[in-house]
């Protein structure tokens, strides 16, 4: 049965109050999603005109999430009227916008003018809407792009939160091993310490390698905003990992590693964090087969005689800020991150981790 959009009435969800909130994780959790609240920033509802809650779709910056329809009314208008609103709304701050869905239900989205990005079996699908594309960001990196006179032409995707001598020691160990070495920064915001300044202490840490290229990685390598666990939670967080590296590597071969003629990619060896750690496996199961090389590298001492317990981790520099030991992990840190966590310049960070809860 079709119904007419006048058979709907839709609202926007009061984030601050909590029997609305309740109401609606009822639908939700019914329908097999988690809802988390402060995940997004726009919720709304479309309800019958019995006053039940038929639908929902939601937003955080430009992805789309928790978008939902009661199966009764997925015939309906619903479903293209929920991902119309949101989209609209993304528009408004936002040249794209992302939604991250299980592949069984992408065909829906591509419906309604949603380009496929890159889908990871059988968890979920990756797609694009709006005014840029993929392509887009393909044509920058062109225009970056440097001519080489081999093929000896690496890559590198770091975040530097902060950047450490450990980051520096892979960048020059790539530098040193190839003609040319394309760096990718994490260009989303967030972490602690802001892309501007990430950049800032990179750009002058490795200042004196010629050949290494940085570039901002944009929104199409390593995005943690559009991370898909919401709609997942039946699903182990090591598959949901697994999932999200492989559609990243995927992206990263069909869609950047072409257009830079890239052959290598280096990585840090991961032994701590199980995110890091599902990358990497991604990367050595899935890059060789499009020949790409995986150049996995040890993670170096504070010391100098190498002990397990002082490898460098931007994670540890973090640690001690918040425990007012700074002084504990400078052997960590290049003169450039040195002197910007001993200055003013810092106040404001170092204040934002002394008070976080999380990894900062």
């Not at 995927?250 to 032994?271: D, H, M, Q, S, T």
């Not at 995986?294 to 460098?312: G, H, L, P, Q």
């Amino acid at each position: 049965m079709t119904f007419e959009d006048t058979d709907f009435r839709q609202e926007l969800l009061d984030l601050e109050n909590p029997l609305d909130i309740k109401l609606l994780n009822t639908f939700l959790t019914s329908l097999g999603f988690n809802y988390i609240k402060e995940e997004v920033d726009t919720t709304m509802i479309i309800y019958n005109l019995n006053d039940e809650i038929i639908g929902t779709g939601s937003l955080k910056g430009n992805t789309l999430k928790y978008v939902v329809v009661a199966p009764a009314f997925r015939e309906t208008t619903a479903f293209p009227l929920i991902v119309t609103y949101l989209a609209d709304k993304a528009l408004e701050n936002n040249k794209q916008c992302f939604v991250y869905t299980k592949p069984e239900t992408a065909k829906l989205f591509q419906a309604l003018g949603y380009s496929l990005i890159a889908t990871a079996e059988p968890l979920f699908s990756v797609l694009e809407f709006g005014y840029k594309t993929i392509k887009d960001f393909q044509h920058h990196l062109k225009q970056h792009k440097i001519e080489t006179t081999t093929n000896n032409i690496a890559a590198i995707v770091v975040n530097c939160n902060p950047f450490t001598i450990g980051h520096r020691y892979l960048i020059e160990k790539a530098s040193e091993e190839n003609e040319l070495v394309y760096l990718f920064v994490v260009s989303e915001n967030l972490s602690v310490f802001p892309f501007e300044i990430r950049w800032k202490l990179i750009e002058e840490g490795i200042s004196h390698l010629k050949n290494v290229k940085m570039l901002a990685t944009g929104p199409y390598i390593v995005s943690g905003a559009i991370f898909p666990n919401y709609f997942l939670k039946k699903e182990s967080w090591s598959l949901i990992s697994e999932k999200q590296a492989e559609i990243d590597v995927k992206i990263f071969i069909e869609y950047i590693a072409p257009v830079l003629n890239i052959k290598k990619r280096y990585i840090g060896c991961e032994a701590y964090c199980e995110t890091t750690a599902a990358y990497n496996t991604a990367m050595h199961e899935i890059l060789p087969k499009h020949n790409i090389e995986v150049v996995e590298c040890e993670r170096i001492s504070a010391n100098k005689d190498f002990c397990e317990k002082d490898y460098i981790s931007a994670s540890k520099i973090r640690e001690a800020i918040k425990q007012d030991k700074l002084n504990d992990v400078l052997s960590s840190l290049p003169e450039c991150t040195k002197k910007f966590l001993l200055s003013e310049d810092s106040a404001e960070i170092r204040l934002k981790i002394i008070n976080s809860n999380g990894r900062h």
